[in-house]
């Protein structure tokens, strides 16, 4: 699998995922937020956590605008594979590859620790390595984490199975604990918590090693 680790200014979870994404069996090129066009052959875009251009405006908004832009919707809208975290899930709902949108924290304070969340779907390439239902941990690092979405719009996400995680408990306010949420063809996932944080022993657990390598795998496959 070929993946493409996307880098804005403020950008500070990039080298984080490229070598989650390289541990994982992933061949992976770092791509500046200047650049117009994808890796020929690029299977997944992974769009990292930070402070893309120090969040001015709406977090992700100015990123949305970037000359890479372009090409990361135009893979979404391909059926290609876009993984979002943390700020990264911001910039997906600003691309309008995932709906709803990312408010602050509910008791408007930065929330920094591990995490409980409940697997929701194994149904997607990304979590598939996990059971529906099981309760894994990961790190979150956010101010504006707090996911929102119109009736509709909530309705339409539980109808198609597309609530990948949620907080067991909830942690900033996001409207039935959403965590994380898939695309209709279930190839684009935007989460808040930080799996490529938690992949190996010394980050304190590595429930995360199997979303990248299960992702790794079906990937290469399809």
């Known amino acids: 699998m070929k993946a493409a680790v996307i880098t804005f200014p403020g950008s500070n979870c990039d080298r984080d ?14 791509v500046w937020h200047k650049d117009v066009a994808l890796p020929a052959g690029t299977d997944l875009v992974a769009v990292p956590g930070g402070f893309s251009f120090g969040d001015y405006l709406r977090c992700g908004a100015i990123a949305a605008h970037s000359p890479i832009a372009g090409a990361i919707r ?3 809208n391909r059926g290609g594979y876009v993984l979002g975290i943390c700020n990264g899930f911001q910039v997906l709902t600003e691309l309008g590859l995932l ?24 149904a997607s390439p990304y979590t598939a390595g996990y059971s529906t239902g099981e309760r894994i941990r990961f ?6 984490g707090n996911y929102q979405i119109d009736p509709e719009g909530l ?21 039935e604990d959403i965590a994380g949420v898939l695309s209709a063809n279930r190839r684009v996932l935007g989460m808040m918590p930080h799996p490529e944080r ?8 590595i429930d995360g090693a199997r979303l990248f390598a299960t992702l790794t795998k079906d990937v290469a496959t399809v």
């Open 17 to 30: 995922l490229a070598v989650a994404l390289t541990q994982a069996g992933a061949e992976v090129t770092r």
């Open 74 to 76: 135009d893979h979404g």
């Open 99 to 122: 709906p709803g949108a990312l408010m602050r924290n509910g008791g408007l304070k930065f929330i920094c620790r591990e995490v409980e969340l409940s697997v929701t779907t194994s």
């Open 139 to 144: 790190p979150v690092a956010h101010h504006d």
């Open 155 to 175: 309705a339409e996400l539980k109808d198609q199975d597309r609530i990948a995680f949620t907080y067991a408990p909830g942690i900033n306010g996001s409207v």
């Open 198 to 205: 938690a992949v190996e022993p010394a980050h304190g657990g």
